[in-house]
Structures are given as C-alpha cells and as structure tokens.
C-alpha cells in the first residue's frame, strides 16, 4: 500500500518565478492537504482540497493556489517566488469523512529553496 | 482561537531514561489532539491521537500520552528512551470546524545520548 508521494523531492528557483509541487494521495483517500514547514517551525496549513475544490484556506496570501485532480492527486503552485517562500512543503492526505479526528497521512515533503 | 504550546524547544536525555515532551493547547471547543515525529529529511508520523475517548493514550514505538482537562496539557512520554527516538516532535491540535486540518506547535528536538 503506497503512502503519500511528493514530487520533487528537492527544488532551487530565483525569486520571481513560479512553481509547481506534486502530490499523490494514500490509496483510498480523497482529500488532500497542504502544509509549509519554514525551517525551525511547525507546519502552517496552507489549503486542502476535496472532490477537486478549494475546501479550506489557511492565511497565506494569494499567489499560493492548488488543483486536485479527479484521481485525488494534487498540485500546489506558488507565483512571484520569495525568498521567505523556502520551506519544506508537505501534503497530507485523508479520508472525506469531514470528521475533526481524522488522521491526515504525510508525504516525505518537497524542499523549495528560493535565492 | 486553538494554538498550541510546546515547552522546550530541545530535550536531551540519556538512552533508557524517561522521556517527557511538553505540550500544552488552548481552544474553545473539547480538542482533538496529536503527537507527531518528524526524522530528519521525512515527512510526519502520527504517534497517537486523543479524540475524546480514553485520557490516556498509547501510541507507537512505546509512546503514550495523558490528555489532562485541568491542565490544558497533552504531554508525551516514553519510559525508556531508545537511540531511535532522536527526532522532532510536534504536538497538533485540530481546528475547529475543521476536517481535520491542524495546529502544529513549533516542534520539540530529542536527543538521546548513549
């Protein structure tokens, strides 16, 4: 039973640019979680996704924005870089059950280094 | 507003001591509460979670923790440390009216010495 998957595991961009993070679910979930993970920190709940819509929104600005796809997999996508935008960027997955005890699964992260 | 504290930024114990990570939470409503690890370049793990059954919680890898109303404290312990035990520890409270999305608390570090 594969876990969540992210993609890539490591990424360099300039500020300015823009960028796209992948995220596949855990078999059997359909909703997907963002989270940003600053160095020294806990995770900050960016935004999650079910049934391909934004359900959710934490207080990010809105250069951050996602997709869900109709296989559950997601994209997390953030324009005119920072160089405050470095960070461990981790996806959760879940079931929908809209329960505030569901567990949310964690990928392995995607490090974004901004110069 | 839900937040989470946890006390302690870095514990240090020796291998077979009690280990004991702080936390404490604040909500409006009863709370949802998890224990996560986090080893070096991986994502989280859930060690247990409290969901207003049983106070106290057992957890993976010998871990356990005490969910205490009076106290607004929900902190992890493990009688005997192990060298794998070295990780980043993060206490999460789950928002309200949420699906399960979470408050993370700025993470404790354990070492374990030999």
């Known amino acids: 039973d594969a876990g969540v998957t992210q993609s890539p595991t490591h990424l360099i961009k300039t500020r300015g640019q823009q960028v796209t993070l992948r995220c596949s679910p855990k078999?059997?979930?359909?909703?997907v979680s963002w989270y940003q993970q600053a160095l020294g920190q806990g995770p900050q709940f960016i935004f999650q996704?079910?049934?391909?819509?934004?359900?959710q929104r934490g207080n990010f600005p809105d250069r951050f924005s996602g997709h869900q796809f109709p296989n559950y997999s997601s994209e997390l996508n953030v324009n005119a870089l920072l160089l405050g935008d470095s960070a461990l960027y981790l996806c959760a997955s879940s079931r929908g059950t809209l329960l505030r005890s569901d567990t949310q699964y964690f990928g392995p992260g995607t490090r974004l280094t901004v110069l | 507003a839900q937040s989470v504290t946890q006390l302690g930024s870095h514990v240090s114990v020796s291998e077979g001591a009690l280990v004991l990570l702080r936390c404490n939470y604040s909500?409006?409503?009863?709370?949802?509460l998890f224990w996560y690890v986090q080893y070096p370049n991986q994502g989280l793990q859930l060690l247990l979670k409290y969901t207003s059954a049983a106070t106290l919680v057992k957890g993976i890898n010998g871990f356990e923790a005490e969910f205490k109303k009076s106290e607004t404290s929900f902190h992890l312990t493990k009688p005997s440390a192990h060298m794998s035990d070295a990780a980043e520890y993060f206490c999460?409270?789950?928002?309200?009216?949420?699906?399960?999305?979470?408050?993370f608390g700025k993470g404790t570090k354990l070492s374990v010495k030999p």
């Open positions: 078999s059997g979930h359909d909703t």
């Open positions: 909500s409006s409503v009863p709370p949802y």
């Open positions: 999460a409270v789950s928002l309200k009216g949420s699906q399960g999305n979470l408050i």
């Open positions: 996704y079910y049934e391909e819509e934004e359900r």
